[in-house]
């Protein structure tokens, strides 16, 4: 599995722990563009150069990275939700908290940490609550076997 790193605006070091923190607007970002992107299926290069965000490197890895794993973000949803129905925003919830959780080296307490706020945000509590709990069942360990 392919693992990207980024460099931080603050400290012009590659850190991903400054990117997990700093990057909070940069998800709510991703998660539109994955919502008009499912919605509209535009060209997803058009719709990154609408918004141009200003940590746009993370943005795309997230973005891009989110749809080129699409199947493989699918299958783990349905590994670790079960049969639960998962709303369209759930499923993009789990799908920007699992590409951080696999494909980046983002900490799985900031992945899921940010992906429940984005929930509580955007969706009801009870969606959150049901983020919060694929998410933490989707640990390194569990990852490894599915």
Not at 59 to 86: D, N, P
Not at 125 to 142: I, Q
Request: proline fraction near 3%.
């Amino acid at each position: 599995m392919a693992r990207m790193e980024f460099t931080c605006g603050h400290c012009s070091k590659f850190r991903v722990d400054c990117v997990s923190v700093t990057n909070v607007n940069a998800r709510e970002i991703v998660f539109e563009l994955l919502m008009t992107w499912a919605r509209s299926h535009r060209n997803a290069d058009d719709l990154l150069d609408e918004r141009a965000p200003k940590e746009r490197a993370f943005v795309q890895e997230l973005f891009y990275g989110c749809l080129r794993q699409k199947l493989a973000l699918e299958f783990l949803i349905s590994q670790f939700a079960g049969k639960a129905h998962t709303r369209r925003s759930s499923r993009r919830f789990l799908e920007l908290g699992l590409y951080q959780l696999v494909f980046m080296r983002v900490p799985a307490h900031a992945a899921v940490h940010e992906a429940v706020e984005l929930a509580k945000k955007h969706a009801s509590p009870a969606e959150a609550k049901f983020v919060n709990a694929v998410l933490r069942r989707a640990d390194p360990a569990a990852l490894q076997q599915a």
